[in-house]
């Protein structure tokens, strides 16, 4: 069954009583007990639900993996697995990263950690050292879309007895399965490509190993930080169009990046040719709140991979937990933005920033 | 205003905008900014939520707190306040815990160099004995579980006052209805929102209040970056049952105290564990092997995990809250098939005595 198909059918043929097509939403805290000693299979919520089990399932089988966890957040979801480590534990980290994988791993745990351009086999392999313990990579970084080769990446890790974590946030199953290649975590902010219509927050980690997932699960029940049961049914409706709207952001942000190549004010596009997100440097850091404020189909909000475009400025918004000096060396500047692009028709798209960037007919800034 | 108006006046029993008669369910993740100097109140639904701040808001104004934080469980809630303790660090936590809150600083917590003790936190002597000197918190539950045994707050406020502790309290089986442990000392107060706040057995959530602007900001800064908040449909029917908590409690607590007595006059029953507050009673049968024909024979109680519902609820905690802890450890608790955990519902008294006065019958007939 193609990857399409099976998301379709996310949450189908999960009611035992009617065989309601769509997975209701067991909206209970606790689960009655059949006699001592015996379970239905549900006891608690927090330990297990039968309209988030519907949710993990679905999303084990879109990454290809044998186990799944459903999250309040993507920040719990990692939480989760980085409780999986303890302070003689050592890891290697992308450094182009979401600014908030940067501030729990700065202000809240105190693993041991090291930051590296992971595009970068060599660079990676010297920081590894005998206390390393895992590589914590995104499939497509944040904002400066960069793509690691993440079958070397497990290669590598494979070698040095190192689980490789992979945050598949920006790509998701429809472009990357970073579990086929030898990643052993998959993690999602599933608020969003996954659950798509920019209503939902939550999370997701995916393992091929089922003794990982055991593990993991340990975590999620006893620090209790699970997926509510219509946060779960919402994420399930949002993965039934994943893939149609996987297509649509591509296609769209493939012709913006195209245009924008070739516009005066801008400067720079990070464009990999995969995703519908894309970043571009504008020539000067005036037209930056020129921009957000003009755009009046794009919204300038926080988040991403909705069915909304959404326009937001890395240096202040997602990166501002990061120093400085550390936005600047990776090229997280006053004058990069970064552009969700979603399923509207792409003129209306390019209209829309067109007159953004120019201001009022015949040019001029405000 | 009285407790039970305040429950229902919140200052968001009508919504600004529309006059709605209850707070708007902001299903979403984001929020569009007027401009880039200009930022809006809401950025990201994990950082905040207009729905989630409506029950943070309220969570704080009945605990008499500064600030309130919705999580996704109590235990998000409490795994998140002990996330503002450091590796070194000792706690002293009562001993007559809920399994899970065990777990997670035994299995969880310890990975992170976080030290525990626990004690009879009934007994201020006992908790003095447990500091040591690297100890920073305490950890109390307002009625312990399973035994139902009551820890004094302001005893335990003086002591962490003392010794520069932070206090952390466990308020879920008496609610803000029956104790408010910030006006007692506390830094923290935290719920299973699951039980009698939400009151329906239909949501798991967690709360926390905080009455020092100072930890306020500590721990929103530690529920934003660890993210487990709480979704905002939870939100809604969390508030939804706040509503009613009082009615709910006064009726719970009247069953409570009268099951209590008529149990303590059943010779079915070796003894009562009921501290004369509350609506929880936890009882041993006089027979081990009386426990599943007992269960078994109930008709009103759910038999199942969780506690402060509408629906009265039993629990046997060896193998269900406690089903966490090692076999030694609640042999060492006392805690055996026989302990039967009531959580007494808003049914009428005459039918839970009828109901468990046929089971009881049935059980003793059976060993």
């Not at chain 1, 699960?217 to 779960?232: I, K």
């Not at chain 2, 936190?121 to 006992?126: G, L, M, R, V």
């Not at chain 2, 007692?184 to 009455?211: F, M, N, Q």
């Not at chain 2, 060492?332 to 955990?341: E, Q």
């Amino acid at each position: 069954m193609k990857l399409a198909t099976a998301l379709v059918h996310a949450g189908v043929r999960r009611d035992p009583a009617y065989g309601a097509v769509s997975v209701p939403v067991y909206q209970s805290a606790t689960f009655q007990h059949p006699a001592l000693g015996m379970s239905t299979g549900y006891d608690y919520s927090r330990t297990g639900n039968p309209t988030r089990t519907a949710l993990e399932e679905a999303l084990a089988r879109a990454e290809g993996g044998v186990r799944a966890l459903a999250f309040s957040s993507g920040m719990a979801a990692i939480t989760c697995v980085l409780r999986l480590f303890g302070p003689a534990d050592h890891l290697v980290v992308t450094e182009d990263l979401y600014g908030g994988t940067y501030r729990l791993l700065e202000q809240v745990f105190s693993l041991p950690h090291t930051y590296v351009d992971t595009t970068d086999l060599a660079a990676v392999r010297a920081v590894i050292r005998p206390g390393t313990r895992a590589i914590l990579v995104e499939s497509l970084t944040n904002p400066r879309m960069k793509r690691a080769d993440l079958a070397a990446l497990a290669d590598l890790c494979r070698e040095h007895g190192l689980l490789l974590i992979v945050d598949n946030t920006f790509l998701t199953p429809c472009l990357c399965r970073p579990l086929e290649l030898g990643a052993d975590i998959v993690i999602h902010s599933a608020t969003k490509y996954l659950a798509g219509h920019n209503d939902v927050v939550a999370g997701a980690v995916v393992v091929r190993d089922a003794g990982l997932g055991e593990r993991l699960y340990f975590v999620q029940n006893a620090a209790g930080m699970a997926l509510g049961p219509q946060d779960s049914w919402l994420v399930i409706r949002g993965l039934k169009t994943l893939a149609l709207r996987m297509e649509r952001h591509q296609q769209n942000a493939a012709r913006i990046a195209g245009w924008l190549r070739q516009h005066p004010l801008v400067e720079d596009v990070l464009y990999p040719g995969v995703s519908g997100m894309l970043s571009f440097t504008v020539t000067d850091p005036d037209l930056v709140p020129q921009v957000l404020r003009r755009v009046k189909l794009i919204l300038f909000a926080e988040s991403l991979g909705g069915v909304e475009t959404l326009i937001t400025f890395p240096a202040v918004q997602t990166h501002a937990d990061m120093p400085a000096e550390v936005r600047e060396r990776l090229g997280i500047t006053d004058r990069l933005l970064r552009l969700s692009v979603g399923i509207e028709d792409a003129d209306d798209l390019i209209a829309d920033l067109a007159q953004a960037l120019e201001g009022e007919a015949g040019g001029g800034r405000e | 205003m009285e407790f039970g108006t305040r429950l229902l006046h919140t200052g968001h029993e009508v919504d600004r905008a529309t006059g709605a008669a209850a707070v708007p369910i902001y299903q979403v993740s984001t929020f569009g900014q007027p401009g880039l100097s200009t930022p809006g109140p809401y950025d990201y639904a994990r950082s905040g939520n207009p729905t989630r701040r409506a029950l943070e808001d309220i969570i704080a104004d009945l605990e008499g707190g500064v600030r309130g934080f919705a999580f996704s469980s109590g235990l998000a809630a409490l795994s998140s306040a002990l996330m503002l303790f450091s590796a070194g660090d000792h706690l002293v936590v009562t001993d007559d815990c809920y399994g899970g809150t065990y777990r997670l600083l035994t299995r969880v917590l310890s990975r992170f160099g976080i030290t525990v003790s626990f004690a009879d936190t009934s007994d201020p002597d006992a908790v003095r004995r447990a500091l040591q000197p690297n100890t920073r918190g305490l950890l109390i539950e307002t009625i312990s579980n399973p035994f139902l045994k009551r820890t004094d707050v302001r005893a335990m406020a003086e002591i962490a006052r003392e010794h520069g502790l932070r206090l952390l309290v466990d308020n879920t089986l008496l609610s803000p209805c029956l104790c408010r442990p910030l006006g007692e000392g506390a830094d923290i107060v935290i719920h299973s929102a699951t039980k009698y706040l939400g009151g329906h057995s239909d949501l798991i959530a967690g709360v926390a209040a905080v009455r020092d602007p100072a930890l306020a900001d500590e721990l929103y800064f530690i529920q934003n970056a660890v993210g487990a908040v709480l979704g905002p449909h939870e939100c809604f029917l969390v508030m939804r049952g706040i509503k009613t908590l009082k009615l709910r409690m006064e009726k719970q607590v009247a069953t409570a105290a009268r099951i209590a007595e008529w149990l303590r006059g059943r010779r079915e029953v070796a003894e009562v564990y009921y501290p004369g507050v509350g609506a929880m009673v936890t009882f041993r049968l006089a027979r081990e092997a009386m426990a599943e024909p007992f269960v078994q024979r109930l008709q009103l109680p759910l038999l199942g995990v969780s506690l402060g519902a509408v629906e009265s609820l039993v629990a046997v905690p060896a193998r269900h809250s406690h089903a966490a802890l090692q076999p030694e450890e609640r042999r060492r608790r006392g805690i055996t098939d026989d302990l039967i955990r009531f959580s007494v519902g808003i049914e009428e008294p005459a039918d839970l005595l009828a109901d468990l006065e046929q089971a009881l019958v049935y059980a003793a007939e059976q060993v």
